[in-house]
């Protein structure tokens, strides 16, 4: 556009070769940008973000288009010209649909199933509106000639509506009429009807009394003075926030969105859904007057509403979960992602993207800062600071002085800790709860397994329950008195015998949060203890009330699998007690030793937040490991040390790029055979590069879960730090694939989940 204007002085000479296009991307079909010439009767009416009907091909079949530009150019007799609009206004802002596109080429993914993602389905089939009878007054009628009192009521409240328009409902109300009133005035030519759609449910808006604002300590306004110099370039920045728990990053959030809002502007905040709770929504509704919060409990029509208000523009802040980062605001001046590290903010299903590469792209392309904070940032995020990418500010401090909680490792291969009785908790957890419980304080303890054993094994044959349909161990849930797949969800009651050899002799071992539970009632039977995971939260108000409780000091021991230990703020936890710190540490992914720090650590952040200080016992069978040891100095830096070169020896992630193909078959060789071929297909296209060292293939190999759901599954992984190049592979590679029938496979870019 800026540049045709350039020539707007030759457009004298040949005004009539200039039309408008639009450039559009298909829902479905092809791939790309395609030009489509706008009708004369269409000017004025498409925008970018709407939906439109092309004619496609040769046959011109009509397919939904998005608009993504329109602009002035010269006439080609061979552009085709929009048939029809479907939306009256734009559904995304073109900012988003440039987002989308790019989606599309980095997650390998069609632009159509990223616009599914990108803009939500009760926004696609506008839930919650209806279409209604609407009047306006017909144009140019010059005077009106006898009017009756209500006729010209009538007349007179359109000319102070907006746009001089009303919905019947709302004219027969504001003139005092019937409907039979404006139907005559339509006969006689002087009003005009038309359906317009209306929506029914209104955005919740709540708005809380205001709290003030905290005076920054020293460290907290240097922070907020990086974004708020940011935040003026009117330029892409990349901020990461490595802030210790409590020291006060969320307050620095909120004083650089006031920043932004008083340049007209608005925000988004992402934060995992689990941290989505009353108390966070009421930091920024006491703040703010128009907070708009997505999370994934609202109905169609209400997540509809709330798009809409968005889109107008009135919102200042959008606080939600990983898909809110793409509200539609249209004068986006921040995005600010906590918690960056949580593997939450990844999908899991297609497109698979990573809210945060997603961030961070949207914000190159609005041209604005993002700020990522974590107290134990994703080798990721601290890769790109080490590279410059993204610039570092630290918050080492608690606010107010408070110090962190000694941390100490409670060697589980020691005689002297050995378990009192039968249980999971030492003699030295034991004592300590105790003593906690003794000065008034709250204990949280940490289990991240859930049911009550974890593995149903016969003792006089060996065999263990597994999932007929995966490639795991059934896990026994005392309450309900079923066995329960945790993958597909498969359940069958609990065998009295065994199944192979019908003996009676059959254990249920290994610990999940149920026995703990039933462990922490029978040694401190006094105390009040409430049980938290998948099981017994199964509703967001179960979730809420559970921690509300613990807040009142109703409860005095917490436990629960890692839905306890994310950020949330308890003064009085006195004691946190980790149960089993190798769960994680032994896993068959490569971030094992992150999440296990990341867990310690963020579980460690739930105590000494009050007067009391605080204690964190860690229970593992591997107190020397060096994620376990950082944990216990809250030494983040020096795990990130000690993890790069592991990383980097290894070519991994942060260091290089990983897409991950998983090729499932309900036949074990078909998967194999398929996974086979695709592999030499990628080392074949490799080779062709000249670059046979730019990338690496790994596998095929079995997964780790190998069957699931009933299908056996087979992956590649291919590493490289070019980007592109291994996108490229994996496109090439895919191609061969097409043939395959009875197979099914997932791309993975960056993928999170290596199981
Ligand atoms: P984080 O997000 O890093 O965990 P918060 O912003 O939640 O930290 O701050 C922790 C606690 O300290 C909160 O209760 C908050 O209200 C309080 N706080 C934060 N900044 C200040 C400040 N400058 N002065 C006083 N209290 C503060
Ligand atoms: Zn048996
Ligand atoms: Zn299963």
Redesign the pocket.
């Known amino acids: 556009m800026k540049q045709l204007s350039l020539f707007s002085g030759l457009e004298d000479t040949s005004p009539a070769k200039h039309v408008l296009v639009a450039k559009v991307v298909f829902e479905s079909g092809p791939e790309g940008v395609f030009d489509y010439r706008v009708p004369k009767t269409f000017v004025g009416r498409i925008a970018p973000g709407q939906r439109i009907r092309v004619p496609l091909g040769k046959s011109n079949r009509f397919v939904v288009a998005y608009c993504l530009e329109i602009c002035e150019q010269a006439d080609n007799p061979q552009l085709k010209d929009i048939a029809a609009i479907i939306d009256e206004a734009p559904l995304v802002t073109s900012a988003l649909l440039r987002l989308a596109q790019w989606m599309a080429e980095y997650y390998l993914c069609p632009l159509g199933t990223v616009l599914e993602t990108v803009i939500p389905a009760c926004v696609r089939n506008q839930a919650g509106t209806r279409l209604v009878p609407h009047y306006r007054l017909a144009p140019c009628s010059d005077g009106f000639p006898s009017l009756t009192e209500k006729q010209a009521r009538v007349v007179a409240a359109l000319l102070e509506a907006p746009g001089q328009r009303l919905s019947r409902d709302a004219l027969t109300r504001t003139a005092g009429c019937t409907t039979a009133v404006l139907d005559n005035l339509v006969k006689r030519g002087i009003l005009v009807k038309e359906m317009a759609r209306i929506r029914h449910s209104q955005p919740d808006a709540t708005t809380l009394p205001r709290q003030e604002r ?4 020293n460290q ?1 306004q240097e922070a907020l003075e990086i974004i708020q110099e940011a935040v003026s370039t009117g330029e892409y920045r990349g901020i990461l926030i490595y ?10 959030y909120i004083q650089a969105i006031e920043y932004v809002v008083k340049k007209g502007k608005q925000a988004i905040v992402l934060v995992p859904e689990i941290s989505l709770t009353p108390q966070t929504v009421e930091r920024f509704r006491s703040r703010f007057d128009y907070v708009a919060v997505l999370h994934s409990h609202l109905t169609d029509a209400e997540r509809a509403a709330q798009w809409d208000w968005i889109a107008s523009g009135q919102v200042q802040v959008v606080v939600g979960a990983r898909s809110a980062i793409f509200a539609p605001t249209p004068h986006l001046g921040l995005i600010v992602m ?1 918690e960056e590290h949580e593997t939450s903010f990844k999908q899991e299903a297609a497109p698979r993207y990573h809210a945060r590469d997603v961030a961070l792209r949207r914000a190159q392309i609005e041209q604005i800062p993002l700020v990522l ?1 974590s ?1 134990t940032p994703s080798l990721e995020s601290w890769y790109r600071t080490q590279q410059g990418e993204l610039t570092l500010i630290r ?1 080492p401090e608690r ?2 002085g408070r110090t962190l909680p000694a941390v100490k490792p409670i060697d589980l291969r020691q005689p002297k800790h050995s378990r009192a009785s039968r249980g999971v908790i030492t003699r030295q957890l034991h004592a300590a709860i105790h003593e906690a419980l003794e000065n008034g304080g709250q204990v949280i303890l940490l289990l991240n397994r859930r049911g009550f054993a974890t593995h149903v094994q016969c003792s006089a044959c060996g065999y263990v329950l597994m999932c007929p349909d995966c490639e795991i161990a059934l896990t026994h849930h005392r309450s309900f008195s079923k066995v329960l797949c945790h993958y597909c969800g498969h359940e069958a009651p609990s065998p009295k015998a065994c199944p192979e050899c019908q003996s009676a002799a059959i254990r249920f071992s290994g610990v999940g949060t149920e026995r703990l539970e039933a462990e922490v009632k029978a040694r401190f039977p006094e105390a009040t203890c409430l049980r938290m995971d998948a099981d017994s939260m199964r509703s967001r108000e179960a979730y809420e009330r559970a921690f509300r409780l613990f807040r009142e000091g109703k409860i005095q021991i917490l436990l629960g699998t890692q839905m306890i230990a994310k ?1 949330l ?1 308890f003064p009085n936890v006195t004691l946190v007690g980790v149960v089993n710190a190798d769960t994680a540490l032994h896993f068959p992914d490569f971030r094992a030793a992150e999440r296990t720090f990341q867990m310690v650590t963020q579980v460690a952040g739930r105590t000494g937040r009050g007067p009391h200080g605080g204690l964190v016992l860690v229970q593992t069978f591997s107190p020397e490991h060096f994620a376990i040891q950082s944990a216990v100095r809250h030494d983040f830096e020096g795990f990130a040390a000690q993890e790069l070169p592991i990383r980097m020896a290894f070519g991994y992630p942060p260091i290089s790029r990983l897409v991950r193909l998983i090729i499932s078959a309900e036949k074990e060789l078909e998967a194999a055979g398929w996974a086979e071929r695709v592999a030499r297909s990628f080392s074949k296209s490799l080779s062709q590069t000249g670059r046979p060292d730019a990338a690496r293939v790994v596998g095929p190999a079995p997964a780790p879960l190998m069957k699931l759901r009933g299908k056996y599954r087979y992956h590649i992984q291919i590493l490289g730090k070019d980007e592109r190049l291994i996108r490229t592979l994996v496109r090439c590679g895919l191609q061969c694939l097409e043939e395959a029938r009875q197979v099914s496979w997932v791309v993975d870019v960056d993928p999170v989940d290596m199981l």
């Not at 905290?214 to 300590?217: E, F, R, Y």
């Not at 802030?243 to 620095?252: F, N, P, R």
């Open positions: 905290l005076i920054l300590n907290q802030g210790v728990t409590g020291s006060g990053k969320t307050e620095v906590d904070g107290a918050l606010i107010g950020g703020d």
